[in-house]
């Protein structure tokens, strides 16, 4: 099982050594901006190296939104975001799944999920697998519920993206952890990316808000069973900067042996 950790991006191959990471996930522009990934000079330091790497796109895409002011520019940073994960050997470019307004119909929402690959495919495709994680919070949320998932995925499975499972979002989000690895699977078929975040919240809160592995509300064990039945790599996405992200690894590492 490798295990890493969501970086800083200014030096992720430091970070990585820092924690002893397997692998590094971090941001290529400003996660609350809609300004295009800057050319790296270490992307092929980054490539080469054998850390593997994922790439987290902004929040601010949604690309499930009626808004064509947030739609159109949520499709075309994507691509963009995919094109200069491709350059750092990214493995993944995880995108949150999305919402809706309340008062608008969801059916719209997934469909313009389905516009969106169309017009990566349009576009040349994308050079970088998309993992779709999913979310904490929103009645109106198209990854949140497993019955809203499943809908996602009728719309837009024959583009055969990824998933990405947070076990804080699942948790908060009101998915028993218990059996979600296999009922995600049983939707999406496969699960690429475990983001291995405890949670400071108590079941199906809404609440998106992440705590140390074994300081939350759901317990080292619990996330250890995830990544094992997920049989994938895993990112912890934790507070504490170097070192606590370091313990959070070494504890998973010891669950997992």
């Keep these: 099982m490798r295990i890493g950790a969501h970086v800083d991006d ?4 430091a970070e990585a050594a820092e924690r002893e990471a397997d692998l590094v996930q971090f941001f290529l522009a ?60 990214a493995k993944g470019l995880i995108v949150h799944g999305g919402h809706v307004r309340d008062g608008e119909d969801i059916a719209t929402g997934f469909d313009n ?31 949140r519920r497993y019955e809203m998932i499943a809908r996602l995925w009728d719309a837009i499975g024959e583009y ?40 400071m919240d108590g079941f199906d809160s809404g609440r998106d808000r992440h705590a140390n592995v074994g300081h939350g509300e759901i317990g080292a064990e619990a996330i250890a069973h995830v990544i094992r039945e997920a049989d994938c790599p895993a990112v912890v996405e934790t507070k504490g900067g170097a070192a606590k992200q370091a313990e959070d690894i070494q504890t998973l590492r010891e669950l997992l042996k």
């Design 160 to 199: 055969e993206p990824g998933f990405c499972l947070d076990t804080c979002h699942a948790h908060a989000g009101g998915l028993d952890l218990t059996d979600v690895v296999d009922k995600i699977k049983a939707i999406t078929g496969r699960i690429d990316l475990v983001h291995a975040n405890d949670s």
């Design 10 to 13: 200014v030096d992720p191959l």
């Design 113 to 143: 999920w389905r516009k969106a690959f169309a017009y990566a495919e349009k576009e040349g495709g994308l050079p970088t697998p998309v993992l779709i994680e999913n979310t904490a919070g929103g009645e109106h949320a198209c990854a």
């Design 30 to 89: 400003d996660p609350q901006g809609w300004k295009a990934p800057a050319k790296r000079e270490d992307a092929q330091a980054i490539s080469d190296s054998d850390v593997d790497v994922f790439i987290h796109a902004p929040y601010v895409i949604n690309l499930a939104s009626l808004n064509n002011r947030i739609r159109v520019p949520s499709r075309r940073l994507l691509l963009q975001h995919a094109k200069a994960a491709a350059t750092v050997g």
